[in-house]
């Protein structure tokens, strides 16, 4: 079956520009997660969403950072006001739940030059 | 967070068995022990989880200590598709989130 989605696959962008990264959950699960993970700060939760409930947003590094789900199933995180310490990987997963195994989708390569 | 501690590094020729180990002495009585691994180029994949009592599952077996504070990943007979990194993850029940640590870098040569 379809696994989880990401586009774009790249994305190369000038500082200062905003950027939305998209992603597709499997069919179903209602636990989305965002992480990013870049050569300095290894792998890290940004932010997760579970059905209609509030989203923990703990991980979010600043105010410039956003993401809505829309109808329980795609997702869009969004940076305003990019930085070139935002170049990164980020990674979408998604779960039937918090306490399931989470599925992650291949990343977006984030360039700010 | 109760934090684990990996090796840096692990190496291993194809077809013989491999015993990734994690060490989490500050573990609490909810934490599930989880293992996950990033192939190069890949996002992370779930490999196997487990509370207290020894798992297995086709990818590979988890094998926790009486006193829960260590556990060990074996993949019986590994392959090169199996060089990874491979992480493991404290996860506590109320808790969303994966933290991931450093994670140990599998070599398998052939």
């Known amino acids: 079956g379809a696994g989880v989605s990401q586009s774009p696959s790249n994305k190369v962008t000038e500082k200062g520009k905003d950027v939305e990264l998209r992603c597709d959950p499997i069919?179903?699960?209602?636990?989305l997660y965002w992480y990013r993970q870049s050569l300095g700060q290894g792998l890290e939760f940004l932010i997760y969403?579970?059905?209609?409930?509030?989203?923990?947003k703990s991980g979010l590094p600043s105010d410039r950072f956003s993401a809505e789900r829309t109808g329980g199933s795609v997702s869009t995180l969004t940076i305003q006001r990019t930085q070139q310490e935002d170049s990164a990987v980020y990674l979408c997963?998604?779960?039937?739940?918090?306490?399931?195994?989470?599925?992650f989708g291949p990343g977006t390569r984030l360039t700010v030059l | 967070d109760a934090k684990t501690t990996q090796p840096n590094s692990m190496e291993s020729n194809e077809e013989e068995p491999v015993h990734l180990p994690c060490n989490h002495s500050?573990?609490?009585?909810?934490?599930?022990i989880h293992w996950y691994r990033q192939l190069p180029s890949q996002g992370p994949e779930y490999v196997i989880h487990?509370?207290?009592s020894n798992v297995n599952n086709r990818m590979a077996s988890l094998a926790i200590a009486e006193d829960r504070k260590s556990s060990t990943l074996i993949l019986h007979r590994a392959t090169l598709r199996d060089a990874a990194v491979y992480y493991c993850?404290?996860?506590?029940?109320?808790?969303?989130?994966?933290?991931f640590g450093t994670g140990t870098r599998l070599q398998v040569f052939p």
């Open positions: 997963a998604s779960s039937l739940g918090r306490e399931y195994e989470q599925f």
């Open positions: 069919s179903g699960h209602t636990a």
């Open positions: 969403f579970q059905g209609n409930s509030a989203p923990d």
């Open positions: 500050t573990i609490s009585g909810t934490d599930y």
């Open positions: 487990g509370l207290t």
């Open positions: 993850i404290l996860r506590a029940l109320h808790i969303d989130k994966l933290i």
